[in-house]
DNA sequence: GAGCACTGC
């Protein structure tokens, strides 16, 4: 049995006064601590309060005095069992409540679609994402006395480059403080960020040290619930079956207590639900009923809210998940964790511009969380569906998602930020030279950059600007000239959703593809989805019971209003006219229509013209290069039909192929039409 | 004829 680390220690932060959290007996230390040291790095378990009780410590010792306020970015899903954009308004409401102000006044938080904050507003909790936003207005952040950069160790893109951002800031502001929280493991990574100079030429001095005249490391211990951790004596050739034995041998053999099995994806829940429910038919009548639920993010909501009910008394529950209840989704009740040991990763090919989606094995960061989800309440047990030897292997943490993605929107961002060189911007960890210079190409082909890598004006600080990766941003920019601004800030809200429009249980796929039948368009799967959105509005008079029916994503659907809503305002600031009026008259002719369609496909080419495919006789489509073989995603329209040139919004590798999703025909000759270089070059 | 882990503006 190997030790646990700290992060299997758990306690019930909920249901406590915030006097009793262990955090309240480091409440003089922790003041001091931030006085004298402008940066802090809080070492914190799930649970210990530093989310909710440091901002509450700091507001009362008077950082907010001279009218500047506490800023906290969150991931707080911790706390609650939703997930974290619903998670940081909750937190928020909690720090309202104790603080005793009606959320908005002192207490406030600020997600994409909602800003409750007002002039009296002391303590802000935002996501770091829109922090990043408002240093776009604001670039000294000087609104602000303290930031408090919660759970840093997850290591998202926006967290690095806050991270990047704040260090660079606190040379300009030295009254700033800066609180960095993080799990055990990575805190060494943030106190050597902090720490060194830009050009990283100190680190060597460094070693050893646990503080300098700059950043300080605190812990901040929580009572500690025992966890046993049982590993396979040789390795499992299918650990979806053996996952599933497990779940019967702790059913049959351990008292109560929930469980929890962590594996890769949709596929294999749905297999390993099946499996668990065949098996409990042949339960003798001494064990009590099982309960196997999935959890994964492309379920609606109600099918999500199921996992978090108790079940009936006298049966045990068994949650299926993804890696997003390894972070993103407590589940209380779980006594029992099962750990496939592995997750699906994405990472970016600056080469051939393709995502990958694999089956890697996970971190020992991520397995000590997966194993810590078994004891909140009491102590528990997790099964590592793999052998000790094999845990030891593991690398410490798996690489930051800044150096595995594609980062054109990020570098957009880091522009119009006013950081020129952004090579030389002072990463926490350095993305790769070639997936900067891809980013900067592919910026630069869309008219972005400038020949000297200047961003534009307007052109390349509306796209960043604009909530939508570059290449929709440019579409969006061009709808004007095409006439079709309505339709695309439509089809740029319904791509955003990510493949999330339909929705069906399993065993429903064919009346799920008859449903998307109906909506079909000729000119492929952007039209459709304007087909979905438009019928949506009108005739499904925006109701859940339409979205039913029709084996769409409700909750999906009524995001897209929103972040249509949200595109249409931005274009507004910018002074541009979009008529509405065209778009929904339904009446328009045959001939209109083919226009329109042909003006909505040239304008989805002016911005992804380097997504442009062409199919071979086989059926199969090759990229410009030529090199790779593509294949029509299953959920495309084009997944059986014939075209010849078309143009897609994503391109990712799963397993042995490569497929390209929402696809649209258009013709070759737009391709020199609107790219000329791109395509002289190539 | 076969399938997208998870966030976020």
Redesign the pocket.
């Known amino acids: 049995m190997a030790d646990l680390d700290l992060d299997s220690s758990f306690i019930p932060a909920l249901h406590k006064p915030s006097a009793l959290l262990p955090i309240a007996k480091h409440r003089e230390s922790l003041l001091y601590l931030v006085e004298t040291y402008p940066v802090t790095i809080v070492i914190g378990q799930t649970g210990s309060g530093k989310s909710t009780q440091i901002p509450q410590f700091l507001e009362k010792a008077g950082w907010c005095s001279d009218g500047k306020i506490i800023g906290v970015t969150q991931s707080l899903a911790d706390v609650t069992c939703q997930?974290?954009?619903v998670a940081?308004t909750t937190v928020a409401l909690r720090v309202a409540d104790e603080v005793g102000c009606e959320i908005g006044k002192e207490v406030g938080y600020s997600?994409?679609f909602e800003d409750v904050t007002s002039s009296s507003t002391k303590v802000k909790f935002l996501?770091d994402?829109?922090l990043i936003?408002e240093a776009l207005a604001d670039p000294l952040l000087s609104r602000y006395s303290v930031i408090m950069v919660d759970e840093a160790h997850e290591r998202?893109i926006?967290t690095d480059i806050l991270l990047g951002l704040l260090k660079k800031i606190r040379k300009k502001r030295p009254e700033l403080r800066i609180i960095v929280s993080s799990a055990t493991i990575q805190a060494e990574e943030f106190f050597d960020f902090f720490t060194r100079g830009s050009g990283q030429e100190t680190q060597k001095e460094q070693e050893g040290r646990r503080s300098s005249d700059i950043v300080t490391i605190v812990s901040l211990e929580g009572r500690t619930y025992p966890i046993d951790i049982l590993y396979l004596e040789s390795p499992t050739e299918d650990y979806v079956d053996k996952a599933v034995s497990t779940v019967f041998d702790i059913h049959t053999q351990e008292g109560e207590g929930d469980i929890l099995v962590f594996l890769?994806?949709?596929?294999e829940i749905d297999n390993a639900i099946r499996a668990v429910a065949d098996r409990a038919l042949q339960l003798d009548g001494r064990h009590g009923p099982l309960q196997p639920l999935p959890l994964?993010?492309?379920l609606s909501t109600e099918q999500q809210m199921y996992v978090f009910d108790k079940p009936p008394e006298g049966t045990r529950k068994v949650v299926f998940s993804?890696?997003?209840a390894e972070a993103?989704v407590t589940i209380d009740g779980i006594v029992h964790v099962i750990d496939c040991g592995f997750?699906?990763?994405?990472a970016y090919n600056p080469k051939t511009g393709i995502e990958t989606?694999t089956t890697t094995p996970i971190s020992k960061a991520s397995a000590s969380q997966r194993a810590g989800r078994a004891g909140r309440t009491k102590a528990g047990k997790c099964y590592r569906l793999y052998t000790e030897d094999a845990y030891q292997k593991l690398p410490e943490t798996n690489p930051p998602e800044i150096q595995r993605s594609n980062l054109a929107?990020t570098v957009l961002q880091l522009k119009a930020l006013g950081i020129d060189n952004v090579v030389r911007f002072d990463f926490l960890s350095a993305p790769p030279a070639e997936l900067m210079s891809k980013a900067l190409e592919l910026l630069y082909s869309l008219g972005a950059l400038d020949e000297y890598a200047k961003l534009t004006h307007p052109l390349g600080s509306r796209m960043a600007e604009l909530?939508?990766?570059p290449m929709m941003a440019k579409t969006l920019l061009s709808a004007p000239q095409f006439n079709c601004l309505s339709e695309m800030l439509t089809i740029a809200a319904m791509t955003?959703l990510?493949?999330n429009v339909w929705f069906y249980h399993d065993g429903e796929?064919n009346r799920m593809e008859s449903s998307r039948r109906k909506f079909a368009a000729e000119e492929g799967d952007h039209l459709t989805l304007l087909n979905v959105y438009q019928t949506f509005i009108t005739k499904g008079k925006k109701e859940a019971r339409f979205c039913h029916e029709h084996h769409l994503n409700y909750k999906s659907m009524t995001r897209a209003m929103s972040i249509r809503a949200q595109l249409k305002r931005y274009l507004e600031r910018f002074n541009i006219k979009i008529d509405e009026t065209l778009s929904s008259n339904q009446a328009s002719s045959a001939v209109d229509n083919s226009r329109k369609a042909e003006n909505i496909r040239r304008c989805l080419t002016s911005g992804y013209f380097a997504h442009a495919a062409r199919m071979q006789p086989d059926g199969t489509y090759r990229n410009v290069e030529g090199g790779t073989v593509l294949h029509a995603?299953?959920?495309s329209l084009m997944?059986?039909r014939k075209a010849d040139w078309v143009i897609f919004h994503?391109v990712?590798e799963?397993?042995?192929?490569t497929?390209i999703?929402d696809i649209t025909k258009i013709e070759k000759n737009w391709l020199v039409e609107y790219a000329p270089e791109f395509y002289k070059l190539s």
């Not at 799963?654 to 192929?657: A, L, P």
């Open positions: 997930p974290r954009r940081a997600i994409r996501t994402a829109l936003r998202s926006s890769t994806g949709r596929e994964y993010a492309g993804t890696n997003i993103s997750v699906k990763l994405r989606l929107s909530a939508v990766e955003s990510g493949g796929r995603h299953p959920n997944f059986n994503e990712m799963t397993g042995e192929k497929y999703r």
